[in-house]
């Protein structure tokens, strides 16, 4: 059983920075194909982020240019660099596999609150 721990939330000014981390724990030697989601009061689960086991990266129109994900295989940890915050980017973020493959048990995910 993998579980995943989503960390480094909180609450920040329109324009700041934030820098979440996800940490894989459990039935798990190295971190492949991994994303980051949020989900924002009232609305679905959406995609933010992707990487590859090549680390190759997507990310959703709405964050691209902003956002950044990246992993570390020897700790098992993803990570998103969230720069230049907007209050839209308001939401819960979890992290966990792309969408196209199996999924591990869901965390807790962190909270990440943008103020005007």
């Known amino acids: 059983q993998v579980q995943l721990v989503e960390s480094g939330g909180g609450l920040v000014q329109a324009g700041g920075s934030l820098r979440l981390s996800c940490a894989a724990s459990?039935?798990?030697?190295?971190?492949?194909?991994m994303a980051w989601y949020r989900q924002a009061q009232g609305k679905q689960r959406e995609l933010v982020a992707a990487?590859?086991?090549?680390?190759?990266?997507n990310y959703a129109d709405s964050v691209k240019g902003r956002f950044t994900i990246s992993k570390d295989n020897v700790k098992t940890t993803v990570y998103l660099q969230m720069n230049s915050l907007k209050p839209e980017d308001t939401a819960v973020y979890y992290c966990?596999?792309?969408?196209?493959?199996?999924?591990?048990?869901w965390g807790q995910g962190t909270q990440v609150s943008v103020s005007s």
């Open positions: 966990n596999t792309p969408p196209r493959f199996i999924s591990y048990p």
């Open positions: 459990g039935s798990i030697v190295r971190i492949n194909n």
């Open positions: 990487i590859t086991g090549g680390a190759t990266t």
